[in-house]
């Protein structure tokens, strides 16, 4: 009886009501013990909370990654509501506050999705990280980005299309797939290969593809690379928040769903010296007047003031993108700003179907894989649209 009072206090308790009457009236002692845990069970919400540390590139083959721990909720909350709690964590441990008396780090969430891993009323939410005064930690990019939304940014409706693309390890640090001893066959066979000489890992793309979905994210396609082990999958077209947010989770799904293959997925812009491709995250960017007729207008009007902040540009666009922009493997020159239709040696594509439409979007591949997305947004959004 005590535990059905505490229960009443539960919200989303009522739908159970009617079954926990039954065994009241039926059950042993033991029996009522037994069921009353599983109520318990079926109505808390595990909620994984999600957030970028501050260690960049000092985890080995990993970069620029995520956090996470998980928190269980008594009373359960919608999903996709930003009513969870905010929370704290030792920033001493991630690279985000010296060691001492005031280590923590605040934890505020800003997105929340089903979590397509354990299913059920369980949660992911993406969280900004705060210091303990409560103002956004230097890691924090999603407030500069927000603070740059002006009314008169949120009229021009910006759109992102984000190409991530991502490399796959084994446990041992072997680039996934490959040979014990020596090298895959040259590429050329593997961008947007099939068959299992070429499509190296597919079944753990299928299920990150899967997890997308069923989080709800707007992924808009996958594709194996260039590099044999080495994929893509877009998050868009989206708002400049929600792209980045999505990457985010997308990102986490990426490592969480590793732990279950054997598989370590890595940004690093250039993975494998050499003559094999680097790792990118095209960046495709449109506002209501370049998707209008005649937009090409304002493409072009965009392009011109990015070249004038070429190396701005590319000093935020990933920790290591010097070892990838080399004017080889389909980028350019990290010192020259180039831009052309159809061209995928430029800094700036505009693509074939754009220019025939004379209408559309521009490509900026100058981002590394492990950019931070809301970075990018807001360099594109500050350097075109800001007066
Ligand atoms: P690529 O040919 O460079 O490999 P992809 O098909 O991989 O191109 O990615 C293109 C991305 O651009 C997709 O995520 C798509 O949703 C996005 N996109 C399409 N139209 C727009 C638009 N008008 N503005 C911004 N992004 C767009
Ligand atoms: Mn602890
Ligand atoms: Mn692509
Ligand atoms: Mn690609
Ligand atoms: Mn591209």
């Known amino acids: 009886v005590s535990l059905a009072k505490a229960l009443k206090s539960v919200s989303g308790f009522s739908q159970h009501k009617n079954e926990l009457r039954s065994y009241i009236s039926v059950g042993t002692s033991d029996r009522r013990e037994a069921r009353s845990w599983r109520i318990v069970a079926e109505i808390a919400q595990k909620a994984e909370y999600i957030w970028m540390d501050g260690q960049e ?5 990993r970069f620029n990654e995520m956090r996470t721990k998980t ?3 008594q009373k359960p909350l919608p999903i996709g509501s930003l009513d969870f709690p905010e929370w704290s964590f030792d920033g001493s441990s991630t690279g985000q506050q010296e060691i001492g008396n005031n280590s923590d780090c605040i934890l505020k969430p800003v997105f929340t999705c089903p979590d397509p891993i354990r299913g059920g009323n369980s949660v992911l939410v993406l969280c900004e990280v705060l210091t303990p005064e409560g103002n956004p930690h230097r890691t924090n990019k999603r407030r500069l980005l927000a603070d740059t939304l002006t009314e008169d940014i949120i009229a021009q409706d910006t759109w992102f299309g984000f190409e991530q693309e991502y490399t796959m390890f084994g446990r041992d640090g072997h680039p996934y797939g490959w040979p014990r001893a020596g090298y895959p066959a040259p590429q050329g066979p593997f961008y947007c290969g099939v068959g299992l000489e070429s499509a190296y890992g597919r079944q753990f793309v299928e299920a990150h593809f899967d997890a997308c979905v069923k989080a709800g994210l707007k992924i808009s396609g996958i ?11 877009q998050i868009g077209p989206a708002g400049p928040l929600e792209m980045g947010d999505q990457v985010m989770i997308a990102r986490y ?17 250039k993975p494998v010296p050499g003559d094999w491709n680097g790792a990118g995250a095209h960046t495709n960017f449109s506002t209501a007047a370049m998707r209008a007729d005649g937009g090409m207008d304002a493409i072009l009007r965009a392009i ?31 010192r020259t700003f180039k831009s052309g239709v159809a061209d995928r040696g430029a800094s700036v594509r505009i693509p074939l179907p754009v220019a025939v439409a004379n209408k559309g979007f521009l490509e900026d591949r100058r981002p590394a894989a492990n950019v931070d997305p809301y970075v990018v947004a807001r360099l594109l959004i500050q350097t075109t649209l800001l007066p």
């Open 304 to 334: 011109d003031r990015l070249a004038l902040k070429h190396p701005e540009h590319v000093a935020l666009y990933g920790p290591g993108n010097d070892r990838r922009l080399t004017k080889t493997h389909e980028t350019a020159s990290l």
């Open 71 to 73: 928190k269980c909720i």
């Open 57 to 61: 590139g000092l985890k080995g083959i």
């Open 223 to 233: 594709n194996a690379e260039v590099m044999p082990g080495q994929w893509e999958f």
């Open 253 to 269: 799904l990426l490592h969480r769903l590793g732990e279950d293959f054997g598989v370590i997925c890595t940004f690093d812009p």
